[in-house]
Structure formats: structure tokens, C-alpha cells
């Protein structure tokens, strides 16, 4: 099945929907199978987008019309692209930069890889100013590094509610008081324990 992500960043009226919507249609995306936000894309809480990752299964194909429309940055989509293959699903953008993106297709994957490398290189390169800084701060008698947000119960908690499909995120995340991403960090959108979950568990 192909499932449709549409948004547009304004809401006074000088954008619209229609030409986002129209081309997914066109590429073989039923009306119904359209999720849409209204809003930023730098911003965290983008309800349309949760839910339509969520909606999506093994074999399904998640198509977009360009590839801007779905993340943050090209981090947040090699993330998030990287995700939808663990999860057996196929990703497509229909134009712009990312028109040949299609990892449905040999040719369309090796495209996806090398967005993979730049966002891998870029990753080691932060990890590299975190460690030195975390040695100069310790050189100086400091100690650093990430806490926590949430505690063991609150893992357990979203991960059961992660796996129900009534459960609204935005919900769960105001009663753990936290954002959506932070929330992505510890459980992915079907409830399976990522890298932070697993740390707070001992996993």
C-alpha cells in the first residue's frame, strides 16, 4: 500500500495543499491514504506525520512529494528513512533534489546511501567535538555527558502505550512531559525500544 505525507508551513492562505496532494494521487496514493500538517518543518509536533508513520506497515511504501516536505534536516531523514528499512518499508520522492530517491529501486537506494554517508560523516564529526570537549572538561576537573529524561516507569509506560493504535502522542507526551522527538528517542512510533529506551532499561 502507498501512503501519502503532505505539508505546507503557512496557514494565512498563500500555500496550499492542492499541488502536494494532486501529485501523490497521481503517483498511485488513495485520497484517504494522505496525512498532512500544517506547520514548520523544523518543528517538532507534527501530528499528520506521527500518525502517518505510525499508520505504516511491513511492505507499505511512504511517498512524498519532495523530499523537504518530510524532514528537518538531512539527519532527521536519513533517520528517518533508515527507520522505514528496518521496518521492511519502502520510501519515494516524487521531485526535486530527491526525485531519484526510491529505495523500492537498486538505483534509488544507492542514491538514498550516499544521503546515508553524508549524514553518517556528519554524525562522526559531532561525536568527535563531543568527545574533545568532554575530555577538556574533564582536564579541568569537570564530568559531562547526557542524563536522562525519563525514568525506567516512564519507558515501560510509553512503550505500552507506543504499541496500542488508539494512543494519541501528543497526549502521552504531555503526560510525560516531553516532546515528540524525545519520546521517538526511547520508542519507535509501533512501541519497540530504541537505543535511549534500551540504555534506561539495561536492555
Known sequence: MKIGYARISKTDGSQALDLQVDALANAGVAPTHIYYDKTSGKKDDRPGLANCLKALRHSDVLVVWKLDRLGRDLRHLVNTAQDLCERGIGFKVLTGKGANIDTTTAS?????????????????????????????????????????????????????????????????????????????RYVSPEGHLREHGKKVLSV
Open 108 to 184: 534509488g537506494k544507492l542514491v538514498f546511501g550516499i544521503f546515508a554517508a553524508l549524514a553518517e560523516f556528519e554524525r562522526e564529526l559531532i561525536r568527535e567535538r563531543t568527545k574533545a570537549g568532554l575530555e577538556a572538561a574533564r582536564a579541568r576537573g569537570r564530568s559531562g555527558g547526557r542524563k536522562f529524561t525519563l525514568t525506567k516507569a516512564q519507558v515501560r509506560l510509553a512503550q505500552a502505550a507506543m504499541g496500542k493504535k488508539e494512543t494519541i502522542v501528543s497526549e502521552l507526551c504531555g503526560e510525560l512531559g516531553i516532546t515528540r522527538a524525545t519520546l521517538y
